[in-house]
Every structure is written in structure tokens, then in C-alpha cells.
């Protein structure tokens, strides 16, 4: 287990499953904020699951743990910007700043 890992599992300790709900569902782009403030790395984006994650070395991460497998994914905001305008208009919109 990489301190990455040991963080975010350290952070679930006593999660009763709505802590990874929430990072999962509503709150993805913040936690993976949280990761690159304290690891570093980039925030990506992955389209088929309309995800945010933590790109760091090579690995991903989210509020699960590592991530094997990643679809389509843009880093965040400037190469989804380039991929789509709208969306990632809409993106920082409804999941970045919750106004939707």
C-alpha cells in the first residue's frame, strides 16, 4: 500500500458508506483536490464516468482506493477544455462549483 493509498484509507476509517457515496457521486472533483493538494499530481476527468480523479505518477486514485482500469480521460481543465467547451463549461459549472 503507497501513502496514497494509506490516506484515503486512513480517511474511511469509520465511513459507514456515505463518505464514498458522497466523494463518489457529488463530490469527486473535491476529493481528488484534496489528493493533489497533498500528493500532487493533476485532476483528470474521465468521460464514461463522468469522474474526477487524482493522476499521480502514473496511477490513479479517487475516494475507492487506486483505479485499474480508466477510460477517456482529460486532464483538468485544460485538456477537457480543449476536448470540449461546453463541456467542460458545464462540468465546472454543476460539479465543480455545484450551481446546477
Known sequence: MNEIEKFISDFKRYDTGEVTRTFTEDYCFHFALIL???????IVYEIRRSHFMLANKGEFYDITGKINSVGEIYEFPNALLQYDKRLCARIIRDCVYKRS
Open 36 to 42: 493533489k493538494y497533498i500528493f500532487g499530481g493533476d
